[in-house]
């Protein structure tokens, strides 16, 4: 079988059933094409939904599970654009590969958290250990709350590993509105 390349084609087929919102069974395929063990960040440090989960579920109770109840619906997302890049960068490459004592060290720095914490390098893995897309989406919905719309922009910043499946996202968006609705506005 021939190594897996990623491609605009295999990112929105992906990413098609997050457009769904009634057929919760057919928009749970989106999920098939997330690793279990995902690194998950939603960048950020003064809203309630910033955070590094290790873990599909984990990413999934800390965000999709808070701002869901809130909402009227499921986010509609729909991919706006995708850019992909699925070269292993060659400066992270050769340098991964030196065995100079010059070399900066790859070890993780130690830190005093509990050691069931992920290491650093597994939350920042090397550019040239996967490849990697930026997936701009719109998500919309509806506020239960008020009954406002729910427009959101998200850019996710992912890497997918060689069996197709993404496992590292850094994602980014409209952080306040994120907090309206938590906030019930």
Excluded at 56 to 79: E, K, M, S
Excluded at 97 to 125: D, G, V
Excluded at 143 to 160: E, F, M
């Amino acid at each position: 079988m021939p190594p897996f390349t990623l491609t605009r084609a295999h990112i929105l087929a992906a990413f098609a059933p997050l457009a769904e919102t009634q057929n919760l069974a057919a928009r749970a395929a989106f999920f098939s094409h997330v690793a279990p063990n995902v690194v998950w960040t939603v960048t950020g440090s003064a809203h309630a939904l910033a955070g590094t989960r290790t873990s599909l579920r984990a990413h999934t109770d800390a965000t999709f599970d808070r701002l869901g109840p809130r909402l009227c619906g499921p986010i509609q997302f729909n991919v706006v654009r995708v850019l992909v890049d699925a070269q292993p960068s060659p400066i992270a490459a050769s340098s991964s590969s030196s065995s100079s004592p010059s070399s900066p060290s790859t070890s993780s720095p130690s830190t005093s958290s509990p050691s069931s914490s992920p290491s650093l390098s597994s939350l920042h893995p090397p550019e040239n250990s996967g490849q990697w897309a930026c997936v701009e989406l719109r998500g919309v919905a509806t506020r239960k709350a008020s009954g406002k719309p729910y427009v959101n922009d998200y850019l996710w910043l992912t890497r997918w590993n060689h069996q197709g499946q993404i496992d590292h996202v850094r994602s980014y968006h409209d952080t306040m509105l994120a907090e309206e609705v938590l906030h019930g506005a």
